[in-house]
């Protein structure tokens, strides 16, 4: 699924395009893939938000429509923008509705919020703000919240028997990382991905930690990465993975120290390190 940084562009694509913009009609073509209890019509977004991996779009009346696009979903504008964000399929850059379409929201402005799902495993769950901000409440904090490290300190040690790349894809310890950007923040804070989190200082720690921050924020600003799971509506691919540092870079060499870069399993996931830069102490 879709790491922090492409949520955040979707999140950004739906802000600029959906926020004032009032329901007309709902139609909901898989009743598994929508959960409202009461009407959305005549309601107006007012924001869109994100917490982890989850859209929030907020309304004028106390509500909020929760969207996780898990696996294949997809978020896509058509009509008066042209404008969509998710998982790489033909629902993005074709006519919709299409067979993968789930759920359609007509705005005021004559525009559609087409939500695709090939493999209906997301969903969208209209919810009083509190109880859809109740689903995140566990997560821990993202790299880049101003008090993420004495939040992300505490939950990791739990963890001190597991390695920190497993810690770090643990969402109830921080928030947001995946497979990529692990490996990233790692090579960057010098740290092999098997090293048990208890054999790791706080300055260690800290070091991870500031580093996942950087390489999401360059990454948002590249408008994500893509490994086969994100384009936008213009079939468009992030450009972070040509700025990445050893994730796909197997082979190569490391841009620090020169070595080979080598491709390897930790915690069950492929990992990409550098054997010098991050030796396994």
């Known amino acids: 699924m879709p790491e922090l940084p492409e949520v955040e562009t979707v999140r950004r694509g739906l802000e600029q395009l959906v926020v004032g913009r009032q329901v007309v009609a709902i139609k909901v073509l898989n009743p ?18 994100r917490h982890a991996k989850m859209l929030l779009l907020d309304v004028d009346d106390g509500r909020t429509l929760a969207v996780h696009l898990k696996m294949t979903g997809q978020l896509v504008v058509r009509g008066a923008h042209e404008w969509g964000g998710g998982h790489p399929s033909d629902s993005l850059v074709g006519q919709l509705p ?11 402005d004559g525009s559609h919020l087409y939500f695709n799902d090939q493999r209906k495993f997301g969903w969208m769950r209209l919810l009083p703000t509190k109880m859809a901000d ?3 409440s566990g997560v821990g904090a993202e790299p880049m919240d101003p008090d993420a490290w004495p939040r992300f300190r505490e939950r990791v040690h739990h963890h001190d028997r597991t390695v920190i790349k497993a810690a770090l894809l643990n969402q109830q310890v921080v928030a947001g990382i995946g497979n990529i950007y692990a490996d990233e923040a790692l090579w960057r804070a010098r740290v092999h991905p098997a090293t048990r989190v208890g054999a790791l200082s706080d300055k260690a720690l800290k ?14 600003s590249l408008g994500g990465s893509t490994s086969r799971n994100y384009v936008n ?15 796909g870079r197997q082979g190569q060499q490391c841009s620090r120290c020169g070595a080979t870069i080598v491709k390897t399993r930790v915690a069950g996931r492929g990992t990409h390190i550098c054997p010098r830069c991050q030796k396994l102490r």
């Open 134 to 136: 109740a689903l995140t």
């Open 233 to 247: 509506a213009e079939g468009e691919r992030g450009a972070y993975l040509d700025f990445a540092e050893v994730f």
């Open 207 to 220: 070091r991870i930690l500031t580093a996942a921050a950087e390489v999401m924020q360059l990454s948002i």
């Open 32 to 49: 598994g893939s929508y959960d409202g209890a009461s009407p959305i019509e005549n309601a107006t977004f007012t924001a869109a938000r």
């Open 98 to 108: 299409d067979r993968s379409t789930r759920v359609i929201i007509d705005l005021d």
